[in-house]
């Protein structure tokens, strides 16, 4: 929630992809009209969120800094029947550390169900963007 309601929106402009980047995520991969995946490191439990500068894929994958979390996130869109797609987002997280571990899982136990709830708030939004007519679909 710190990084949504401040960081990540700040000003309100760019696109969502520029919006996770200011926030301090890394584009980590793009297929172009299918996924997107963007990475994100530090002590997440810490107030400020103790994030990692990560510049690339190669230093994201290369990071293992004890006591800390690094975390993938995608967007995945998929085909489905009917000419419809399917847009889904997955989040995996690797500790480095006992401590880190121990850290993470409070923090989840008490942020998992928000986050949970923003993903949800951002689906649905895409799926109401998705569904509204198009301008150029009256003319």
């Not at 700040?10 to 696109?15: F, I, L, V």
């Not at 008490?110 to 649905?124: E, Y």
Request: proline share 4%; net charge positive; with cysteine.
């Amino acid at each position: 929630m710190r990084g949504y309601g401040h960081r990540a929106v700040r000003g309100g402009a760019g696109t969502f992809p520029e919006r996770l980047q200011r926030f301090g995520f890394t584009k980590l991969e793009e297929i172009p009209e299918t996924e997107l995946v963007f990475g994100l490191a530090g002590k997440f439990w810490r107030p400020d969120g103790g994030l990692r500068r990560i510049q690339n894929r190669e230093a994201f994958d290369g990071f293992a800094e004890d006591g800390c979390v690094k975390a993938a996130w995608n967007l995945r869109v998929a085909a489905a029947d009917g000419g419809a797609c399917e847009l889904s987002t997955e989040t995996r997280i690797a500790y480095f550390g006992a401590g880190a571990r121990r850290k993470f899982r409070l923090y989840w136990t008490l942020v998992g169900p928000f986050s949970g709830a923003l993903r949800k708030t951002l689906l649905r939004g895409v799926k109401r963007g998705a569904e509204e007519p198009s301008p150029s679909a009256s003319l």
